[in-house]
């Protein structure tokens, strides 16, 4: 078994760290089973590309040592389907927000989604906009607190999973910073998924969510993902009375359809043959 050290020193732009994400945040456990992935499935590091936008999340591709590119917010997703429009044979991997992706880069989500692009998009949920001060964002839960929501969010949050699948995901999956080990199996069977592969991955923020809305350090937020998640295959044999109060992990969706830049070449080479 590859220890963690050696993932480290293999994957990881040792002179950026330590890390700036705040103490008890969940996003260096998701960043870590990400990494553990793609060392799972061997990739050559020159080959893969991965791609942020802005927020707590996006900070990670600093940190891995691959071809990495830190975008505009909300822009991930159209950054990376220039890069594997441009050159098809990198495997191109997002990391993203709930803010950066199911906000001001929604409507690139669901297209994205709809062309079952070969990228796979991982978001990493903090359920607020943590890096600029705690604003709620489309996975606050309705009745949670931020700053510009001091009263309660009265919005319906998204169900991302739910939304990706909707829209045209071929492969979509949930896992928390708790379930690490599933959420390395979901990124890998995402990243081998020849399509648009969604991942959620739940994360623990103490700072802003946590404190605002009385959730306790982030022991006890580990805690609650820990006794309310589900995995789905379990949940199918619970009544709704257990399943009260409680969200799903594992994978919800995977099926096979045509990919986007195979289709477009198909196009280039049609044009091409009648020329």
Not at 27 to 37: D, E, N, Q
Not at 40 to 47: Q, R, S, Y
Not at 250 to 256: I, M, P, T
Request: aromatic share 8%.
């Amino acid at each position: 078994m590859t220890q963690t050290s050696e993932l480290v020193k293999k994957y990881f732009r040792v002179d950026k760290l330590p890390h700036i994400w705040c103490p008890g945040c969940g996003h260096g456990i998701l960043m870590r089973a990400t990494v553990k992935a793609i060392d799972n499935l061997g990739l050559d590091k020159d080959k893969v590309c991965i791609v942020s936008g802005i927020g707590c999340s996006s900070r990670a591709p600093g940190y891995m040592d691959f071809n990495t590119l830190h975008t505009t917010h909300g822009r991930a997703l159209a950054f990376a389907t220039g890069i594997k429009m441009a050159n098809p044979e990198l495997e191109v991997i997002v990391i993203t927000g709930d803010g950066d992706s199911a906000a001001i880069g929604g409507n690139h989500l669901i297209h994205a989604a709809r062309r079952n692009i070969n990228i796979t998009t991982i978001v990493f949920n903090n359920n607020i906009y943590g890096m600029t001060g705690g604003q709620y964002s489309p996975t606050t839960p309705t009745g949670d607190r931020g700053t510009t929501a001091p009263y309660g969010n009265i919005d319906k949050n998204f169900d991302l999973c739910n939304l990706t699948k909707a829209a045209g995901a071929t492969y979509v999956g949930r896992a928390t910073a708790y379930h690490a080990n599933l959420l390395t199996k979901l990124v890998e069977k995402g990243i081998e998924n020849k399509g648009f592969s969604f991942v959620e991955a739940v994360s623990v923020c103490p700072t802003y969510y946590g404190r605002k809305n009385k959730k306790g350090d982030s022991v006890e937020m580990m805690k609650f993902l820990k006794n309310n998640a589900i995995n789905i295959k379990a949940a199918e044999k619970m009544s709704n009375e257990k399943l009260m109060g409680k969200f799903l992990i594992g994978e919800f969706h995977n099926s096979q359809e045509p990919e986007y830049t195979s289709q477009y070449q198909k196009i280039i080479d049609m044009f091409q043959k009648e020329r």
